[in-house]
């Protein structure tokens, strides 16, 4: 027979034995298939990703107006158009107010045509939200009626809140009025820019982390029910079958394992593409469409997996004898030497370290030296384990039965149980690494805004009120249902002489209320001016005067460019009783300086002030007052930007993506923890005989109990040291690299290694009815 | 029912055992004294080796008596009855007993040192069984190292190590050789009278049958003492 | 069994005078039934006529009993001849034990209690022997195992024979 043939005809038989094997050679194959689903679910999923993340990009760019082409004066073909983002209920809202000004005005993408004035165009998740009962109080701010629903090509993702709202009113003053812009095309064509290091670093390594532990997973994964099956091919050596044979017909048992593991895992990425549209993390979603592996990349994986597996096997099987009376492995395994056992890790290390610090200053990482450093530190895991808990055994002596029962299984196959063990090593070492470098980016971004919401929700800010409609606003914002307080302060620039000195001088209007949230006022009535002190603050206003001085007010930096067609600075003199009071930082946390008056005394005809506040202040117990404080305050004009004021900024979207990560290597976890637990029932029943004759010579149930836990115990939990240890100083590392000050998240660290403690206890409390069953006499019966 | 003759070291009244419609033992009776080999004859499932279980108190009887110097094993709880074997009692089985990875000594040692006894101590009092046993060489080696006859002369070291009173043999020989199985017998039997411990063999060989003092045969879980009869 | 043959291989250690002859032949084979003189004189005149054996010497005071015997190199050939051929197989029929099982199952006694009465008897003998072969040396341990194997044997044909004769009655009277 030609050699393919003889192949085919091995492995064909191999795959018969691993779905003829019965109920248990069933279950071993669908465990193994599982096994290796998830894994080609995750690998498919890697390389879906690369095109997920540019298809949204793209459409991103597509309806960008960042870059897009400008026009000075109206004309057939542009549109005004401004950003009028909202939030509702913690949720942002992405908002474009349009106004075409000629027939050929571009159209962002996803429309068919300019909604009209008051009309919107929806996403479909912002159109669900409007008819949801959730999204009543949004309905009464964008009341308008819906001209269309934007088509997904404008869209980056399925769950993205955003609308097009048509104007009539829009209109652009000058080049200033830097809210407004004037298009005449949307989109842009970029070079993208490369990832930020740091997150590149991220995302390479979540890969490289997730991936290693399938790995060593899958290769765990087709040698499950190995005792029985060296007995099986034992038996076809008896009848015949030469030792090549047994080998290639046990890999076809392994190929028949993976290739279920392709089907499962092809399964498994359908159904997780088609979730992917409902799920939004922090408002995150994904297009099922985008998740879509590249075609060569799947057919590697379909190609590479099964090939993977044959070829573990035929490796694991290298130092096995299968003798038609039973397997042997090879006489005795020289012991394990530890030089070239360090050498992995301590290259790997190698490979990382040079790259210390570039993170901060936008060097560029190697991704190719970031993921063979990684990649080498994890595989050290692997080599490193049967080497230490073949030293741990080989060192213990004393201790109890149970212990010593553990110790001496140990001590004979030490390298099957570091094989079970080290995909939870490799699993818990990863996240471990990963979960602090997420840490420590994330202390970063967690910092306090120094705003305070206590003393107001929300801050309303205005370009270019003039001070009757600022007051308005506030009366309006003041009426709303649960709004307790709306005060409003405007604020102008002055300067000593024309044209104006370096430091401007800010000047804040307001009423005596309204001062009170910026300085420390004693007393304040109507008529009555400040001089701040107070540190300055950085950017334009830095200047202070002194009561009585005569200053230029308003528009006192006019650009040659600009057509002059605004009022002119108009002079005005500090009142001599302004008092010096101390600054105070106001809600949103900033610190003024220069001068404080009271409206009757401000100066007049300086026609829009540049800038406005209001500070708005809810009754906390109404869910509601917020969201329509925005409403009155969208309604009173939707170009207003109504800021919410927070403690601190949000956890940068981590906090989110650490607990899928937590819980992603948990289920790896919890997947071993089953391998584990089928490797151990199948040795309980090869020892069923021996457990009997134990329990009748007196031996207790507990005993043989403690045993069984010592033995799933003791490689784990040095594997979980082993793990912790390469993970932190994995996670430093990378730290290092990212240029944050390392610390050890010990949180992360003893979460993981609680889950993998807590495997452990599972494995073995779901081994003890079979045990216990096992220990029963029926086992001494001869057959 | 019939009392248990007087002086018994264990005896069984009215045994009756049913695994599921079964029934294993039907009303069975056993007695043995100190020192005395008795066999237990029957074919196969006659229900001998229940026999065997329920008096060394491994399975309880549905009914029954079974008495050990005094006490009744039925009234006691698995705790007591764990310890009653650990200690009074010893085990030879047919094969499969050995802890494949603990060396022959540490085999012979594990009953002394599931009663507590100090591991150096357990392991030279097994050395001593050993010797007697003939068996003293393969000490440091592993069960999977040594012949069939080899391993059950192990184990009947192991059985004898704690010094028991009632060693219990269900089908000692039935894995070895004439040659192996005539050694052990012997060994067993002349180590079992020197200690003055008593055997119950479970057997269906009646040449093995021949080192005992008595037998008596169980036939559909019923016993008939033939001493009695004959 | 052949008992010149039996003779004529004790001689072969050396000559020896009938009286001896007889003694050792006990010892090592006669446990159960002692030769008797007669026979012994019988056995080896015919030896001494086949020229198999002849006589060494004669001691003084005379008498038949007192001739020392000589194995002749015809007689050694003799030995070889016969320990180098098999026996007839012998079918062995224990006319008795099958007549009795036989007889119980066909009156409607149950043959397993035939069977435990015979192997308490077998047993008892057995016990004998097998402690005679654990007291005794190899030789003792060599005859005695042979007839344990035998009785053994006996004991399995019956409980075979039992067996199935049960099952056949079963048959014929259902």
């Known amino acids: 027979m030609s050699r393919p043939r003889v192949w085919t005809r091995d492995l064909g038989m191999g795959t018969r034995f691993a779905f003829g094997g019965g109920r248990e050679g069933w279950i071993r194959t669908l465990l193994t298939g599982v096994g290796v689903g998830l894994g080609v679910a995750l690998l498919l999923i890697s390389t879906a990703i690369p095109g997920a993340l540019t298809a949204r990009y793209e459409r991103g760019d597509a ?7 400008t026009a000075d004066a109206p004309g057939p073909d542009t549109l005004l158009y401004a950003r009028i983002g909202q939030t509702y209920q913690r949720k942002d809202i992405e908002g474009h107010v349009l106004r075409a000004e000629g027939p050929h005005a571009p159209l962002p993408p996803g429309l068919k045509k300019i909604p009209g004035p008051g009309e919107l165009a929806l996403s479909p998740a912002l159109d669900r939200l409007l008819k949801s009962s959730e999204g009543a109080l949004l309905r009464e701010r964008l009341d308008g009626p819906v001209s269309e629903i934007v088509g997904d090509q404008g869209l980056v993702g399925p769950g993205e809140l955003l609308f097009y709202l048509g104007s009539d009113t829009l209109t652009k003053n000058g080049p200033d009025d830097h809210r407004v812009e004037r ?83 092809t399964g498994f990425f359908a159904v997780g593409r088609s979730l992917v549209g409902s799920v939004s993390l922090r408002q995150r979603s994904v297009f099922p469409a985008d998740l879509d592996p590249a075609p060569w990349l799947a057919a590697l994986v379909a190609v590479a997996v099964p ?29 394990r030497r530890i030089w070239w056992r360090l050498l992995l890790p301590l290259v790997g290390i190698g490979l990382l370290l040079p790259m210390g610090g570039r993170g901060n200053n936008h060097g560029r990482f190697n991704q190719w030296q970031v993921s063979g450093g990684v990649a080498l530190l994890l595989i050290g895991i692997t080599v490193l384990l049967p080497w230490l808990l073949e030293r741990f055994v080989g060192k213990t002596a004393g201790g109890p039965v149970s212990w010593q029962l553990a110790v001496r299984r140990l001590q004979v196959d030490s390298g099957g149980a570091a094989r079970l063990v080290n995909g939870i090593a490799v699993a818990v070492a990863g996240a471990i690494a990963l979960q602090m470098l997420f840490a420590g980016v994330e202390g970063d971004y967690t910092e306090s805004t120094g705003q305070d919401p206590s003393r107001a929700a929300v801050a309303v800010l205005a370009n270019r009120a003039s001070d009757a409609r600022v007051d308005d606003l506030a009366r309006r914002i003041a009426s709303v249902q649960g709004v307790t307080r709306a005060v409003a302060l405007t604020s102008t620039q002055a300067a000593h002489g024309m044209p104006a000195e370096e430091d401007t001088i800010q000047v804040t209007v307001g009423t005596c209320a309204a001062l009170g949230e910026v300085a420390t006022l004693d007393s304040c009535k109507e008529g009555d001016a400040f001089v701040l002190t107070g540190p300055s603050s950085t950017g334009i206003y830095g200047g202070t005067a002194k009561p009585g001085e005569e200053l230029f007010v308003g528009n006192v930096r006019r650009y040659a460019s600009e057509p002059d067609d605004r009022p002119g600075p108009v002079k005005w003199q500090v009142p001599a009783g302004a008092r010096t009071v101390p600054a105070r930082e106001d809600p949103s946390g900033a610190l003024r300086t220069g001068l404080l008056v009271t409206p009757s005394v401000a100066p007049k005809e300086l026609g829009d002030f540049p800038d406005a506040k209001v500070f708005v202040q809810v009754d906390e117990s109404g869910p509601d007052a917020l969201d329509r404080a925005r409403n009155a305050v969208f309604e009173a004009d939707p170009l207003v930007t109504a800021m919410t004021l927070r403690h601190s900024t949000q956890a940068a979207g981590f906090s989110s993506i650490r607990t899928g990560l937590f819980f992603g290597a948990a289920a790896v976890l919890v997947l071993i923890g089953g391998s584990l637990f089928v490797s151990q029932l199948e040795q309980l029943r090869e020892r069923r005989k021996l457990l009997s004759s134990l329990v009748a010579f ?12 010592w033995q799933t115990a003791v490689p784990i939990v040095l594997g979980l040291v082993l793990a912790a240890a390469v993970g932190t100083s994995l996670g430093a590392v990378l730290m290092s690299m990212a240029a944050q000050p390392v610390r050890i998240d010990w949180p992360s660290v003893l979460g993981m290694t609680g889950v993998g403690a807590g495997v452990v206890a599972a494995v073995t409390l779901l081994s003890l009815p079979p045990l216990l069953r096992m220990m029963r006499p029926d086992g001494l019966r001869t057959e | 029912m019939t009392a248990a003759p007087a002086g018994s070291l264990l005896a069984a009244t009215g045994l009756r055992k049913a695994y599921g419609s079964t029934d294993a033992l039907d009303g069975a009776e056993f007695s043995i004294h100190a020192g005395e080999v008795v066999a237990v004859m029957g074919p196969s499932g006659s229900g001998k080796s229940t026999l065997l279980h329920c008096l060394a108190g491994i399975v309880p009887p549905d009914s029954g008596s079974i008495v050990y110097a005094g006490r009744e094993l039925t009234s006691m709880n698995d705790g007591e009855r764990s310890e009653l074997r650990r200690t009074e009692f010893g085990f030879v089985f047919q094969f499969g007993q050995l802890v494949p990875e603990l060396t022959c000594v540490e085999n012979v040692a594990l009953p002394l040192r599931l009663t507590g006894v100090k591991r150096k101590e357990a392991e030279r009092t097994a050395l001593h069984w050993m010797e007697q046993l003939q068996v003293e060489d393969l000490g440091a080696k592993r069960p999977g190292e040594i012949s069939g006859g080899q391993g059950q002369r192990v184990a009947v070291a192991r059985a004898l190590v704690t010094g028991p009173r009632v060693i219990f043999a269900d089908e000692p020989t039935g894995a070895l050789d004439s040659l192996n199985g005539e050694l052990v017998m012997q060994l067993l039997t002349e180590a079992a009278r020197s200690a003055n411990a008593a055997v119950v063999l479970v057997t269906h060989e009646t040449r093995v049958a021949a080192y005992s003092d008595r037998e008596i045969v169980v036939r559909d879980g019923r016993s008939r003492d033939m001493e009695r009869i004959v | 069994m052949s008992i010149g043959h039996t003779l004529l291989g004790l001689l072969e250690a050396g000559p020896r005078h009938g009286y001896d002859l007889k003694r050792a032949f006990d010892e090592k084979f006669g446990h159960d039934r002692p030769l008797a003189y007669g026979q012994v004189y019988s056995t080896m005149s015919r030896l001494l006529k086949n020229g198999l054996v002849e006589v060494d010497g004669i001691e003084s005071g005379g008498g038949p009993d007192r001739k020392r015997y000589a194995i002749t190199d015809a007689g050694i050939t003799d030995v070889e001849t016969w320990l180098s051929q098999p026996e007839k197989p012998d079918p062995y029929l224990h006319s008795t034990l099958y007549t009795k099982v036989v007889l119980a199952l066909l009156t409607g006694r149950r043959a397993d209690e035939l069977l435990d009465t015979q192997r308490a008897e077998h047993l008892r003998l057995m016990r004998v022997l097998t402690t005679r072969k654990r007291k005794g040396d190899l030789a003792d341990q060599l005859v005695c195992d042979h007839a344990l194997f035998h009785l053994e044997a006996d004991l399995r044909w019956l409980e075979l024979t039992a067996a199935r004769l049960g099952r056949l009655a079963e048959e014929v009277r259902r």
């Open chain 1, 307 to 335: 090939a993977a597996a044959v070829a573990v096997t035929l490796f694991a099987l290298r130092g096995v004898v299968i003798e038609p009376l039973g397997v042997v492995r090879t006489a005795k395994p020289s012991r």
């Open chain 1, 698 to 709: 007196g031996t207790k149930r507990s005993t043989l109990s403690l045993s069984v836990l």
């Open chain 1, 63 to 69: 309806r960008s107006t960042m870059h897009s082409d």
């Open chain 1, 183 to 265: 298009i005449t095309s949307f989109g842009y064509e970029t070079d993208r820019d490369t990832l930020d290091p740091v997150l590149m670093l991220m995302v390479v390594l979540t890969f490289v982390a997730l991936l290693m532990p399938v790995a060593v997973f899958i290769a765990t994964a087709v040698r499950f029910g190995g005792e029985r099956r060296d007995r099986r091919l034992a038996a076809l050596r008896l009848v015949g079958a030469d030792s090549r044979m047994v080998r290639r017909i046990a890999a076809g048992e392994a190929l028949a394992g993976s290739v279920v593991g392709l089907v499962l895992g």
